[in-house]
């Protein structure tokens, strides 16, 4: 393990901003978190992943703890699927490379997420009609409380939309050591979302490696890249609403998208489109802003505090409210 005193931690926050921890600790291996909290004892301890999906607003005075594990293991296989336990360190989008590589069907419309493997479990990571809950099959944790590794079944994880157990009652009481996925080996192609049907046929059908391909150029044409452009992805959820609002809506705006969810009687509605369509997409308060290709993505032109995303952020709220009345949450963490 290694361990850092008064870390800057601009360069581990995607959002980029300078925010200070009193200590962060990276680690290898699983079996060193024991030692680890026997050794420091942190009264006030938190998982640094990838950081791009968190918005530090002020200086964090516990223990930062950041997996960096990165193995693969395979650790079951028949006929038609492979069972993988991945190290929560790895890059998610090398591991959807990998998947393709091996000619392993399940995540590539997940192409080019930023993030861990570790952190893809916590906000059930989605895009372009697929959700990493399609492949997960288990979460290994650690749990410093009672000093043992707990393994959930996906059953328990309580996934819904950017939602499960380790954003509620697990938050903050465990640490995502592995995540074991299942692939499959015959095409199972998801090509129902938006643009990717055109995208994938452009480039000669439905193989792995032309819908990442395709994936990767439609991420690429409408989200900023994080090393060029602070941000930290979709800055907030999708409203899940009753249909009666979004058909009110709807008679006044045809055009709105809309997204059917599995619940009775609710629907879910775009805040992109929201943003947008309240006018601010590119919109720039000092160094701050809504991006000009995605209204759902705020972004740091450089400099930006926390504190000011944050201000930013409650006036882009504020405005969608006022416009149509309608409630939109953040996703990512504020700090
Ligand atoms: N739209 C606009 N203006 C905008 C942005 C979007 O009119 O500025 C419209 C689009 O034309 C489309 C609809 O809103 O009709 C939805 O837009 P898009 O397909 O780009 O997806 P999204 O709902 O804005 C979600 C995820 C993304 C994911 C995409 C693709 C959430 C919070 N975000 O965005 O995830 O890549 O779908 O599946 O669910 C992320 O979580 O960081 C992320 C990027």
Redo the contacts with the bound molecule.
Sequence with gaps: MRVFEHVDLSGRNSFHVSQRAARLIEFDKADELPALFEQYRPERWMVLSGGNNILFTCDYDGTLITPCGCEISIVAENDSEVEVEVEAGLEWDDLVQWCVEHNLWGIENLSLIPGKVGAAPVQNI???GVEAKNAIRAVTMYVPESGKFLTLAAEHCDFGY?ESIFKHSLRGKVIITSVTFRFGKEPNPVLG??DVIREVEARGGATLRNIREAICDI?RS??PDTEVLGNA??F???PIVDVEIAERLRADYPEM?LYPVAEQGKVKL????L??KAGL?GYREGCVGVHER???VLVNHGGATGGEVIAFARMVQERVQERFGIEIDT?VNIL
């Design positions: 989605g895009a372009y950017r979302y938006g991420r409408k989200l992805g979709s907030f959820k999708n998208p775009a805040t992109g489109w943003i947008d997409k995605q209204a759902l996703e």
